[in-house]
């Protein structure tokens, strides 16, 4: 466990230097959602299928980078 969680620390600490503070904010909504998602189904409120949300990590990337490239354009 140790040397997955720090793997993932130094992954997310490369990142950090090429993605601008916005996509930072947005992944940092998009993980606090799927985390409140893991609080509800530990307490066994709801069922929520939180593996068919994982790919908005990935989305919220793209459409951050896709905001920044036509933002200017507007």
């Not at 490369?14 to 998602?37: F, H, K």
């Not at 530990?42 to 919220?60: G, H, K, Q, W, Y």
């Given at each position: 466990?140790?040397?997955?969680?720090?793997?993932?620390?130094?992954?997310?600490?490369?990142?950090?230097?090429?993605?601008?503070?916005?996509?930072?904010?947005?992944?940092?909504?998009?993980?606090?959602?799927?985390?409140?998602?893991?609080?509800?189904?530990?307490?066994?409120?709801?069922?929520?299928?939180?593996?068919?949300?994982l790919p908005?990590?990935?989305a919220v990337?793209?459409?951050?980078?896709?905001?920044?490239?036509?933002?200017?354009?507007i």
């Amino acid at each position: 466990m140790l040397i997955y969680q720090g793997a993932l620390t130094l992954l997310a600490g490369s990142l950090q230097s090429w993605l601008d503070p916005a996509t930072m904010t947005e992944l940092t909504a998009v993980g606090g959602t799927l985390i409140i998602g893991i609080g509800l189904n530990m307490l066994e409120i709801t069922r929520i299928s939180l593996s068919n949300m994982l790919p908005s990590l990935f989305a919220v990337v793209g459409l951050c980078a896709l905001t920044a490239t036509f933002a200017g354009t507007i």
